[in-house]
């Protein structure tokens, strides 16, 4: 994964952060970076709100496992991966992401620790991958397999790079100052 979160403590100087970055881009990776310290900094906190949604959509009744992962890969995962989900919002329309997040949030899972199901699964050792058996039954050599799609989809160095250039002047927001989305 060629991104870290380069998080600013309290009293982390913005020169600090600044060489962490520079040392980053020059071992290959694309440093971003992250205003304050937060449970779980931005990635951990976008995806394990989208795992409580799903585990809550299987938990709920209302498709199983296989098409919550097949949905999220076929829809609105390829958007993501090509466009983040706020420039993803922006692309849509923020009339529109408004109107349906206005319908769609009273219904979403709001739990304040692990759903129950998984839960469940972990108090009777099924822990996925590792145990054979989780959400899903992992068969001999599966877990394997998804390591070696993954890889595939690693991004080779000169994307890396052209994604550092491009995003070097990009802003982010925090309040109402602009500040570098990228070191």
């Known amino acids: 994964i060629p991104v870290v979160e380069v998080v600013r403590g309290e009293k982390t100087s913005a020169d600090v952060a600044r060489k962490v970055a520079v040392w980053l881009r020059a071992a290959g990776k694309l440093p971003v970076d992250v205003f304050k310290d937060a449970p779980g900094f931005v990635g951990n906190r976008m995806q394990f709100a989208l795992v409580r949604e799903a585990v809550h959509i299987v938990q709920e009744g209302i498709c199983s496992a296989e098409t919550v992962d097949v949905v999220a ?8 991966a090509a466009v ?14 408004e109107a349906i997040l206005d319908y769609l949030a009273p219904s979403l899972s709001d739990v304040k620790q692990a759903p129950e199901l998984i839960k469940q699964l972990v108090a009777r050792g ?32 000169h994307v890396r790079e052209d994604l550092v250039q491009r995003h070097q002047g990009e802003r982010g927001c925090r309040g109402h100052r602009a500040q570098r989305a990228l070191l």
């Not at 890969?73 to 993501?80: A, L, M, N, P």
């Not at 420039?87 to 849509?92: G, K, Q």
């Open 84 to 97: 983040g989900p706020l420039r993803n919002s922006d692309f849509i329309g923020l009339d529109l992401v």
């Open 73 to 80: 890969r076929h829809t609105f995962g390829r958007r993501i």
């Open 126 to 157: 099924d822990k996925g991958a590792k145990t054979g058996k989780g959400v899903f039954e992992w068969r001999e050599g599966e877990r394997d397999e998804a390591e070696r799609r993954f890889e595939r989809r690693q991004r080779p160095r």
